[in-house]
């Protein structure tokens, strides 16, 4: 253990550290040169989120149309069993549960819908009214949530029925 062996892991010490300092070039060139292809991969599921997103308000509002479509069919069956389609106060569930207010209440053969009366996809109830004796109007406030916007989805049925 002379000076000459000093020397010599002195050397030692030295060479990993030049090596450190050139390995970290390497890598910060390496990072730059990647840097395009991450932005350009960003941007791809940037569009790939957005463009899977208008799907889904699309079905969305699909899944509204059917659902409404399924209260239209329960009303029909109970306007042929009661003879008249349930009050805006009883509304869609009167065709889960018999309306205290029938005047016979043997004619409700129901239940009229097979699931409970859900939510719109959009988390808020769909609105029931009749209108006359003869018409009804179900709509759900749309993507928005509110009534009476252009968005509504909406299923008119009777002999004249009043948009909003």
């Known amino acids: 253990m002379n000076a000459e062996s000093d020397g010599v892991e002195a050397e030692v010490f030295e060479k990993p550290t030049q090596a450190k300092k050139s390995n970290w070039w390497i890598w910060i060139l390496v990072a730059v040169g990647m840097l395009p292809i991450l932005i350009i991969l960003l941007i791809l599921a940037a569009f790939i989120v957005w ?3 208008r799907i889904q308000a699309g079905n ?3 899944e ?7 209260f239209e069919m329960g009303l029909e069956t109970y306007h042929l069993d009661i003879g008249e389609y349930p009050t805006s106060q009883q509304g869609l569930e009167a065709l889960r549960v018999p309306p205290v207010e029938l005047t016979d209440p043997t004619k409700w053969l129901g239940p ?3 699931n409970d009366i859900t939510l719109d996809p959009w988390s808020q ?3 029931y009214e009749r209108l006359d004796s003869d018409g009804y109007r ?3 406030g749309g993507p928005d949530g509110q009534t009476g916007t252009v968005d509504d989805i909406m299923s008119l049925n009777g002999p004249d029925p009043i948009p909003f």
């Open 112 to 114: 009229y819908h097979k």
């Open 64 to 70: 509204a149309q059917m659902q409404i479509s399924a």
């Open 138 to 140: 179900i709509y759900s």
């Open 60 to 62: 969305d509002v699909i």
């Open 125 to 127: 109830p769909y609105c």
């Open 51 to 53: 463009d899977f997103s």
